[in-house]
């Protein structure tokens, strides 16, 4: 008898479930964040389209040196023909993928528009990326590129702080001791240029931290000119960095959309 009390009970209580996400489905339609396509369910975040886009986005070759898009063919003494001339003060740089369709989307959205359910798909990529890098293992320390106290109390959140904490290391710590001391405009509006002069001197390592003899991977989300990135590669070798690496979600051509 307290069997078929157990089943019966089962059997109701899935009823129920059954019957609530049928309403759930019918009143509130699970979509994908992305484009805003209906998905049939919830769990795939994603449409097929958006996934597809997202597929494409993260194939190609790259620059080590720069993350831009080029021909593994193309790269003379470990640089593309774009960044030959370029002073870049890290030792290199992975990227999960380009800055477009689907990948551009999850990532304005996870970085302007609180879409921090993104972050466990962001991170995974990103991991993927890293297991490819020929400095993983030198690694010592996680370094998120660091907002101004007023940006990140505006914003909730660092999304690169995010991107960190979801990095797979079983050596590599993530470190905060690099600071950002002074609340530079955004850089996305501004030309190369100025991109350059607006972070210049923006960074600094807490008083009485130093980097002595380690290497340093940068986490970033987007970077364009590499002008944040270098900065903050050049006061992590003041502070005694031997080696400062960058791995990004992407890296955008010009201007941000």
Aim: hydrophobic content about 35%.
């Amino acid at each position: 008898m307290e069997l078929i009390l157990k089943d019966f009970l089962n059997i109701t209580r899935d009823s129920v479930l059954s019957v609530c996400e049928s309403l759930l489905y019918l009143f509130c339609p699970p979509t994908c964040r992305c484009c805003g396509r209906m998905i049939p369910q919830r769990t795939d975040m994603l449409c097929r389209a958006c996934w597809e886009g997202l597929q494409t986005c993260i194939s190609g070759d790259y620059c080590p040196s720069c993350g831009r898009d080029a021909s593994r063919y193309a790269i003379i003494n470990n640089r593309c023909a774009a960044c030959q001339e370029d002073i870049i003060n890290f030792e290199g740089i992975v990227r999960a993928g380009a800055y477009h369709d689907s990948l551009r989307d999850m990532i304005l959205q996870f970085k302007f528009y609180e879409a921090t359910e993104y972050k466990g798909l962001l991170c995974d990529m990103l991991n993927s990326v890293l297991k490819t890098g020929s400095f993983t293992e030198e690694i010592d320390y996680f370094v998120p590129v660091p907002l101004h106290w007023l940006r990140r109390l505006d914003r909730g959140y660092n999304q690169s702080m995010l991107l960190c904490e979801g990095i797979d290391t079983d050596k590599a710590e993530i470190n905060t001791d690099l600071v950002r001391i002074r609340n530079t405009q955004r850089q996305w509006n501004l030309s190369r240029s100025k991109r350059k002069k607006n972070v210049e001197g923006a960074f600094a390592v807490r008083k009485g931290h130093d980097f002595s003899g380690k290497t340093v991977c940068l986490v970033d989300d987007i970077t364009t000119s590499h002008a944040t990135l270098n900065e903050c590669a050049a006061t992590l070798k003041q502070a005694g960095a031997k080696n400062v690496y960058a791995a990004v979600l992407t890296v955008a051509a010009g201007r941000l959309d």
